[in-house]
């Protein structure tokens, strides 16, 4: 079955840590791939999303992401995290062509100030 | 501030009560959907609307019972729900389906549902 997987379920950083979370789909195949960002008490926010082009996107918030079809990733990377970064993080793909997205379980990020 | 609003934000229910959530669009999109969050699993899609007709209908129990009247409104109707459906209750809208050029989600902050 088609899924996709977040193993890091939690990550404690200080600030100015770097930041890598890993997401990995099961399914080869031309995709839509996202990032999305819940911070505490509010909705569900778009970081960044790839679905042509340059592997390598850049979101909101210093964030960004690499492609990598021959891994089956889409890891989101931060060089150095704040305080408000503190969120959960949500991967999630879309093959071309269908519509529906399908979600990693996310991951809990805290970052200590 | 979101484009899509849902109410009501908290809800506490009975297992033989009868009650609706709300979603609005305010972004001009023609496709909607409903999903479940719940503790520890990964988003679950529930129903697709796409300029008002259902497309998608992810072997949701009809205790759970969609209704779309128009492309900026979305309702899921519930009745006779069990403790396992509590559960954050989340509304998107997009424009256009997603997986289509990187059409992306737009989410509404979501009902909380308990089910006593």
């Known amino acids: 079955a088609q899924s996709v997987s977040q193993h890091n379920h939690h990550v404690i950083l200080s600030e100015a840590a770097s930041l890598e979370l890993g997401c990995n789909y099961s399914?080869?195949?031309?995709?839509?791939l996202f990032w999305y960002v819940q911070y505490p008490g509010q909705h569900l926010q778009l970081l960044l999303k790839?679905?042509?082009?340059?592997?390598l996107v850049k979101g909101i918030k210093g964030f960004e992401a690499e492609f990598i079809k021959s891994k089956f990733s889409f890891n989101l990377r931060k060089p150095s995290v704040q305080w408000s970064d503190t969120a959960e993080y949500f991967c999630?793909?879309?093959?071309?062509?269908?519509?529906?997205?399908?979600f990693g379980t996310g991951t809990r990020l805290k970052v200590l100030a | 501030e979101t484009g899509v609003t849902q109410t009501p934000r908290h809800l506490v229910m009975g297992m033989t009560n009868k009650k609706s959530l709300k979603c609005e669009q305010h972004?001009?999109?023609?496709?909607m959907y409903w999903y479940k969050q719940s503790a520890k699993k990964p988003l679950e899609l529930m129903f697709v609307?796409?300029?008002?007709?259902?497309?998608e209908n992810n072997s949701v129990p009809s205790r759970f019972s969609p209704e779309c009247p128009n492309s900026s409104h979305l309702f899921l109707h519930l009745h006779t729900l069990q403790p396992e459906d509590s559960a954050l209750y989340l509304c998107?809208?997009?424009?256009?389906?997603?997986?289509?050029?990187?059409?992306?989600?737009?989410f509404g902050p979501g009902t909380r549902l308990t089910v006593l």
């Open positions: 972004l001009g999109h023609n496709a």
């Open positions: 998107a809208s997009s424009q256009g389906l997603t997986g289509t050029h990187g059409n992306e989600q737009f």
């Open positions: 999630a793909l879309c093959y071309s062509g269908t519509y529906k997205y399908i």
């Open positions: 399914y080869g195949g031309t995709v839509n």
């Open positions: 609307y796409n300029f008002k007709e259902q497309t």
């Open positions: 790839y679905f042509s082009g340059d592997p």
